[in-house]
């Protein structure tokens, strides 16, 4: 029987994610920063993992962001909102990270938004 290949890429991604979450687990001192890349969007949360909390979170999509940038999806956006999301762990007393990249790989948007974190001090 023939698989729909949607199905077929939501399964390699629910692979992949299983794979990445083994190893990346975020605490108080030290959360997991995600990373969730839509179609028009960015979003980026810290979550302790041991509690199941999210600590701090930005996107592209809130409002103040959308007043200062026409596009939300080009890679000078990302670096903004690494420069956001850094400047909040910051004022949380949170110097270094780990980072999750989701299912999307290390390279443009994603890239650019963990390079800009680490501009702003975080260390991962």
Same mark, same amino acid.
Request: charged share 30%.
């Given at each position: 029987?023939?698989?729909?290949?949607? !199905? #077929?890429?939501?399964? =390699?991604?629910?692979?992949? =994610?299983?794979? #990445?979450?083994?190893?990346?687990?975020?605490?108080?001192?030290?959360?997991?920063? +995600?990373?969730?890349?839509?179609?028009?969007?960015?979003?980026?949360?810290?979550?302790?993992?041991?509690?199941?909390?999210?600590?701090?979170?930005? %996107?592209?999509?809130?409002?103040?962001?959308?007043?200062?940038? !026409?596009?939300?999806?080009?890679?000078?956006? %990302?670096?903004?909102?690494?420069? /956001?999301?850094?400047?909040?762990?910051?004022?949380?007393? #949170?110097?270094? #990270?780990?980072?999750?990249?989701?299912?999307?790989?290390? +390279?443009?948007?994603?890239?650019?938004?963990?390079?800009? /974190?680490?501009?702003?001090?975080?260390?991962?």
């Amino acid at each position: 029987m023939l698989k729909d290949k949607t !199905k #077929i890429q939501s399964e =390699r991604e629910a692979r992949l =994610r299983r794979r #990445i979450r083994r190893t990346v687990r975020g605490t108080a001192e030290r959360p997991r920063v +995600h990373v969730f890349k839509s179609n028009r969007y960015v979003y980026t949360q810290a979550v302790n993992d041991e509690t199941g909390t999210i600590l701090a979170s930005a %996107c592209t999509l809130e409002k103040g962001f959308r007043e200062q940038r !026409k596009n939300t999806k080009n890679l000078s956006s %990302c670096e903004a909102l690494g420069e /956001m999301l850094a400047q909040r762990l910051k004022a949380m007393n #949170i110097a270094a #990270i780990v980072f999750d990249r989701g299912t999307s790989p290390y +390279h443009g948007r994603i890239k650019a938004l963990a390079e800009a /974190m680490r501009k702003n001090g975080l260390v991962f």
